[in-house]
């Protein structure tokens, strides 16, 4: 076996440190942070030709040039500013190692960072057949204890927790992440159970949720803070622009996406200064930031459509037929086969997103990704006939997790109700389950009137001869044995005489944003067991046997 210290040629890696435009650090600083990334900068550097030469230096090992050689001349090219001629040999030689220094510490920064966006962008585009994502530290001495902690930790690849730690996430990271398949995941899973508890790869959701929206880490009895820089700085309320991070994803927003991240203020104070102030090439910064981002939006894959399929034939094919208990593997095994690759993205049918967080659960991007997550469900036929919605999320002080409203197309997310429900769900989970749930109720509301035949011929089906049970004012339900009374709501304004069962769809297929809890439920719930049976009717639609 050959094994290699030489860089990989990468074209792509090449030209994103290439394309990145010299900023002198005064200039960086006052970047908005999903900016900083885009650009290059060496702190006690001035001069913006030694800048742009050390740019060009670092592009080149990417193409294949000799690390060491590499190393060696951006040392003398920064030995240009920072050298003494007139010193002591002993000072210069300290300049010298100082130089050498930096120069290596920017070789490994600029250059594995630039491997990692591209890493990064081909993971997105597998998704679908590498849904996990694992966090694999370096293995040596020189590994900080909080990045080897995560050492072998698997998420979700969508989990907000990548947003802050894709490495390089501190300077000198040098962690990877790798792709793991659904079979990957629940062979972990199944290896826990003999693991101890501080090696377990798969958090229990009570620690996940913890880590998510606290930062800290529990590994056995060891609890350890792995917020990122940002975070701590949040923290103390202090700037997180002034910390290290990167996010690849910002890479490749476009400025109009990250401008609804702020409010006016803080944004046309960013703008009137970026308008003025002008890079190394004679461009503004703003002029910069309205050409093309470094990665670009990969062009669309042009895939044959899904066929439909009964679903009958679907769960034949994942031999799950018989029986209707399912196990949280045969959940997960169901959410898999329902992916489509050439489901739409939530650019396609989200208009905006008000009221978010910056960070985490409830932070744009995450939403986002929840919003992708159920898309991928629905048959591109289905969903490109649906209208496009907004997404707002609001803090209320009632019960309300979330609705859809069919007349102001807007999907509300409330977060205040879900701090109070994460007591007994967690937070994310929480917010994927009533994101589930509301979808649902756009594809029931817009989409095949076939659809909406289905769900109410099952609800006559399962409550005939039932009367209404009305535990309050407006509160309408046919008991029948759902696994929960939600299903048999009625409102007020829609025909007692003909229910159209909106909440049986909502309900069942809610149970597919957490597999775990969907077989627990099936297993222990009350009435667990007509689950499965009324879900092979409502996945009618998503199988597309009814379109």
Known sequence: ??????????????????????????????????????????????????????????????????????????????????????????????????????????????????????????????????????????????????????????????????????????????????????????????????????????????????????????????????????QKLEAKGEDPGKAFGWNPADLRIPIEDIKGRYDA??????????????????????AWLNGDPILPPSAPAKLPPVPPVSVDKFLEDLKLDQPDAWTEADWRKVRSGLKKPDGLKAKDVITGVRGADKTGTFSESHIRDVVEEFLAFVPRSVATSLPKFQVKVVRQSNSMLGAYSEQTRELILNKKAMETYKLKTGLSKAMAETTYHELTHWVHDHGPKSFGDEMRDLFAERTKGESFFRPGPGQNYKQDRWYTLYAGRVYDFENKQTPPGSEVATTHMQLFSDPAEAAAKVAYAQNGDTIVPNLKRVLKIFTGEIQ
């Open 265 to 286: 203020k803080t944004f046309t104070t960013f703008e009137n200064w970026a308008r003025a102030e002008k890079i190394d090439d004679g461009r503004t910064v703003w």
């Open 1 to 230: 076996m050959t094994f290699t210290t030489s860089p990989i040629p990468n074209d792509e890696a090449a030209a994103m440190i290439a394309d990145k435009p010299v900023f002198k650090k005064a200039a960086y600083d006052k970047l908005l942070p999903e900016l900083k990334g885009r650009a290059f900068t060496m702190a006690g550097i001035e001069d913006a030709d030694i800048l742009s030469n050390v740019r060009g230096m670092l592009a080149e090992v990417p193409k294949g040039a000799d690390w060491k050689e590499t190393r060696t001349k951006i040392a003398e090219e920064l030995l240009k500013e920072w050298g003494d001629p007139n010193a002591d040999e002993e000072t210069q030689q300290k300049i010298y190692g100082r130089a050498m220094k930096r120069a290596e510490f920017n070789l490994r920064f600029h250059t594995f960072q630039s491997y990692q966006a591209g890493r990064w962008q081909t993971m997105q585009n597998q998704k679908d057949v590498f849904p996990y994502w694992q966090y694999v530290a370096f293995g040596d001495n020189r590994v900080r204890p909080t990045h080897e902690a995560l050492d072998g930790l698997i998420l979700s690849a969508d989990d907000p927790f990548w947003h802050d730690h894709y490495p390089p996430w501190e300077w000198g990271c040098r962690c990877l992440v790798r792709a793991l398949s659904e079979d990957d995941y629940l062979e972990e899973l199944e290896r826990d159970q003999d693991r101890d508890p501080a090696d377990r790869k798969i958090l229990p959701d009570v620690l996940r949720d913890r880590m998510r929206d606290t930062g800290q880490l529990q590994r056995g009895t060891q609890t350890l803070d792995v917020r990122s820089p940002k």
